[in-house]
């Protein structure tokens, strides 16, 4: 496996976690049962709109749905990023044996699950808005229902890496979001984040003209409207730096939608994200548009079709980009250069 402090090259063709008790009985609080037992309602009682399972915690926060099918678009996903880096998790140059990790947004926790696996010296927590997560997992890995967007109640220069992915249109004040970040990682440590674009662009203007610029403009008039913006991809690495982070380096990829590549390693990619797109789609679009843009149920969906059929057509050259942002968090009395 590559090593993971090497930025790849774009290839242009191409505190303590609180465990959620599901079992009612047994307390001895007497009347803070019934508190307890509301408590637990409002985390997994889920609710479902135009077909889809949405989180009940924070209700509305989040777009995307948490069904059994976002969740396999999740794994797939996962799969798509691994192999966009090969085989990496990250990129950040982290010390060799990490003690506190933080990924915020864990989904599915994969990534956590995955990181615990390959670094048995870190406490890992993975924070979600959905109690998803599965049940066994490696002993050092915990999930907590979370919301990244309150304050977070972690001691101060706790992590040795805080790692988030796929938080567009998900938060609200992102300079307050890498404030808590920088606050809550310890000096030396490193901050992460994984971002895609919503639009499909190509480097021979084949996209021109095409649903893919018609559907990254529904988006960021959606996220805008919503009060969570999608641009976050092209706005990390500036505030990563505005929070105080140091060292910060951006890696940008091109990931290709469809098998059009002709290197192998691009067209697997490039089936893989289609795939991806493709049973994504309708999470990523359902909530957004009918619930912030006005469309029907059915709107969305005639829409999604001739989505589906844009990605599938190979005469469009189209790729998403894709950024890695890393940076550390100045030791204490490091002095910093000035850019």
Excluded at 42 to 56: C, Q, V
Excluded at 80 to 106: C, E, F, H, K, M
Excluded at 135 to 152: G, I, K, L
Aim: aromatic share 12%; net charge negative.
């Amino acid at each position: 496996m590559a090593s993971p402090h090497v930025p790849l090259e774009i290839d242009t063709e191409g505190q303590k976690f609180i465990t959620i008790d599901t079992d009612p009985s047994g307390s001895d609080y007497g009347d803070s049962q019934s508190e307890l037992t509301s408590l637990r309602s409002s985390i997994t009682n889920y609710y479902y709109e135009n077909g889809r399972r949405y989180h009940a915690y924070h209700a509305g926060a989040y777009w995307g749905p948490n069904d059994d099918k976002a969740q396999e678009s999740m794994q797939i996903g996962h799969e798509v990023y691994r192999l966009l880096l090969r085989g990496r998790l990250y990129l950040a140059p982290i010390a060799d044996s990490p003690q506190n990790v933080l990924d915020v947004g864990t989904g599915t926790g994969l990534w956590a699950i995955e990181f615990g696996d390959m670094h048995p010296s870190a406490r890992v927590i993975g924070t979600d808005l959905s109690p998803i997560q599965p049940s066994f997992t490696p002993p050092n890995v915990q999930f907590e229902v979370d919301d990244c967007c309150d304050p977070w109640l972690y001691k101060n220069d706790t992590f040795d890496f805080v790692h988030v992915r796929g938080l567009y249109g998900c938060v609200s004040d992102w300079d307050k979001f890498y404030r808590e970040a920088y606050k809550h990682t310890k000096p030396g440590g490193y901050i992460e984040q994984l971002e895609q674009s919503v639009q499909g662009k190509s480097d021979d203007g084949t996209t021109t003209g095409t649903m893919y610029n018609e559907w990254a403009q529904h988006f960021l008039n959606a996220g805008d409207t919503f009060g969570k913006t999608f641009r976050v991809v092209d706005e990390a690495k500036d505030q990563i730096k505005k929070a105080g982070f140091v060292d910060v380096v951006e890696c940008r990829y091109k990931c290709p939608i469809g098998q059009w590549p002709k290197d192998p390693h691009f067209k697997l990619l490039g089936k893989l994200n289609r795939v991806y797109a493709e049973e994504a789609i309708e999470g990523y679009a359902m909530m957004l548009f009918t619930s912030v843009l006005g469309w029907t149920r059915d709107e969305v969906q005639v829409y999604l079709a001739r989505m589906r059929s844009t990605l599938r057509n190979s005469s469009i050259h189209a790729y998403q980009e894709i950024v890695v942002v890393y940076g550390r968090k100045p030791l204490e009395g490091e002095t910093v250069q000035a850019e």
